[in-house]
T-cell receptor
Framework: KNQVEQSPQSLIILEGKNCTLQ??????????LRWYKQDTGRGPVSLTI?????NTKSNGRYTATLDADTKQSSLHITASQLSDSASYIC????????????FGKGTKLSVKP | SQTIHQWPATLVQPVGSPLSLECTVE??????LYWYRQAAGRGLQLLFY??????ISSEVPQNLSASRPQDRQFILSSKKLLLSDSGFYLC?????????????FGPGTRLTVT
């Protein structure tokens, strides 16, 4: 069964600290993996998208990694800011011309001053 | 630039009442449009998608329906709401004919069925 599991479910860190969010998937065949940021009460906004051949991709203070062999991805946030408080959603697209998007439940990150 | 609008932003409806949520996209032609629901503690669930006017595909059987009366307008409806219909409804669009490319999400509608 195609699944995307994210951990931790929630996380609280102090402003300025780094953190890493995890995403494990069992989607096969695999096409790409996205990380979205969703502020409370808003729609998700894309942070990164990675294909099979990409190991690392950065977007400012956000760095995503992908290990297609172990089917794991991580999102590392550097020098966190209060505005980083949000849910972070991992989304995996299956292969094929009509590959479906499989959404993780998200990690809720709270950055405290 | 492209923008996507949803309304209303919040809605409180009694069980058994009808529902109509609207989504419109500006700045693009012939977008692929999607309706998702996000229930508390759960991931996004694809409800419907449309690749053109009058073309609707349903992903999950339920008491909801969707329509696309115009190229850039997507409507989610129900004749009789259930308590389980409560959630955060998101509309999204993409220019790709498949689900393979990035989807841009609207601001969402928070629906509470009482």
């Amino acid at each position: 069964k195609n699944q995307v599991e994210q951990s931790p479910q929630s996380l609280i860190i102090l402003e300025g600290k780094n953190c890493t969010l995890q995403c494990n998937y069992t989607v096969s065949p695999f096409s790409n993996l996205r990380w979205y940021k969703q502020d409370t009460g808003r729609g998700p906004v894309s942070l990164t998208i990675m294909t099979f051949s990409e190991n690392t991709k950065s977007n400012g203070r956000y760095t995503a990694t992908l290990d297609a062999d172990t089917k794991q991805s991580s999102l590392h946030i550097t020098a966190s800011q209060l505005s980083d408080s949000a849910s972070y959603i991992c989304v995996v697209r299956g292969g094929g011309s009509q590959g479906n998007l499989i959404f993780g439940k998200g990690t809720k990150l709270s950055v405290k001053p | 630039s492209q923008t996507i609008h949803q309304w209303p932003a919040t809605l409180v409806q009694p069980v058994g009442s009808p529902l109509s949520l609207e989504c419109t996209v500006e700045g693009t032609s012939n977008p692929n449009l999607y309706w998702y629901r996000q229930a508390a503690g759960r991931g996004l669930q694809l409800l419907f998608y449309s690749v053109g006017i009058g073309q609707i595909s349903s992903e999950v059987p339920q008491n909801l329906s969707a329509s696309r009366p115009q190229d850039r307008q997507f409507i989610l409806s129900s004749k009789k709401l259930l308590l389980s219909d409560s959630g955060f409804y998101l509309c999204a669009w993409t220019t790709s004919p498949t689900l393979s490319y990035e989807q841009y999400f609207g601001p969402g509608t928070r629906l509470t069925v009482t």
